[in-house]
């Protein structure tokens, strides 16, 4: 069974910089397609970024381009979120989730396995 265990989260101030993990286990990492979401207090969890299983291909939420990458490294079953210029709208809990299909799906519909989310708050 598949297990995601999200980190990195923290407090940071506006302009700044964070790098959240997610590190699978259970499975065979470079068969997933993996992505980010992340859920501010009452609203809808939506997407933020994904990459793909086969060829690394990735894509983006427009509120994050330019500013966060997303990466994975298959030796240590690990994905990350690199995020640059962070703005107060960043603040939120960030899950990762996995899907063995290929693709990047914006639908957290298309993910059948979550992580338990690590906090990102932004301070200004």
């Known amino acids: 069974q598949v297990q995601l265990v999200e980190s990195g989260g923290g407090l940071v101030q506006v302009g700044g910089s964070l790098r959240v993990s997610c590190v699978a286990s259970?499975?065979?990492?470079?068969?997933?397609?993996m992505a980010w979401f992340c859920q501010a207090p009452g609203k809808d969890r939506e997407f933020v970024a994904g990459?793909?299983?086969?060829?690394?291909?990735?894509y983006y939420a427009d509120s994050v381009k330019g500013r966060f990458t997303i990466s994975r490294d298959n030796a240590k079953n690990t994905l990350y979120l690199q995020m640059n210029n962070v703005q107060p709208e960043d603040t939120a809990v960030y899950y990762c989730?996995?899907?063995?299909?290929?693709?990047?799906?914006?639908?957290?519909?298309?993910?059948?396995?979550w992580g338990q989310g690590t906090q990102v708050t932004v301070s200004s």
């Open positions: 989730a996995a899907r063995q299909n290929n693709g990047i799906p914006t639908s957290t519909r298309e993910y059948p396995t």
């Open positions: 259970g499975c065979t990492f470079n068969g997933y397609s």
């Open positions: 990459i793909s299983r086969s060829n690394g291909n990735t």
